[in-house]
């Protein structure tokens, strides 16, 4: 940690020993020094896509389900926790909202973000539903 702060204070003040500092934490291959890190979730997805074969460019165009299953989550995510009429506008403003967002333009790059994205939007789903369905009694209710 000593080390990270030091050569934060050093480098990371002054604009011409940026590029610098980009150099150190690369020489160093320490991921905990990296500046943005990805854990391994989008690599446990990229394997088996990687055993059918294939070139980039098809692999990009198919993780294009991951957006189109966020999507999904999210239409039916509020069907689900809203019933009714207003439910059904809540998952079409949320599902506009989602298409029209800026993080959809770059959505053919190979980067974990629209699968975090999709977990996050999975989980919270069922953390709204939660309440709903848990009686705190230890029974359930419908």
């Known amino acids: ?3 990270f702060v030091r050569a934060g204070l050093a480098k990371g003040k002054d604009p ?3 590029q610098a500092l980009s150099e150190l ?3 160093s291959n320490d ?4 500046r943005h890190w990805h854990g391994p979730v989008f690599l446990y997805l990229l394997i088996p896509a990687s055993r ?3 070139n980039e460019q098809q692999l990009r165009r198919a993780m294009l389900a991951i957006p189109a299953l966020t999507l999904a989550a ?3 995510g509020c069907v689900w926790l809203i019933p009714g009429p207003l439910g059904t506008r809540t998952a079409l403003i949320g599902s506009i909202l989602f298409l029209s967002s800026a993080a959809l333009a770059g959505s053919t790059e190979l980067a974990p973000h629209h ?3 999709l977990v996050s ?3 919270l789903v069922s953390l709204a539903k939660f309440p709903r369905v848990a009686d705190w009694s230890g029974g359930m209710r419908p």
Not at 31 to 34: D, E, I, L, N
């Open 25 to 27: 934490v690369r020489a």
């Open 74 to 76: 999210i239409y039916f």
């Open 1 to 3: 940690m000593g080390d």
């Open 16 to 18: 011409s020993q940026r």
């Open 52 to 54: 059918f074969g294939g």
């Open 115 to 117: 699968l975090f994205a």
């Open 31 to 34: 991921v905990v020094f990296y």
């Open 121 to 123: 939007v999975c989980f």
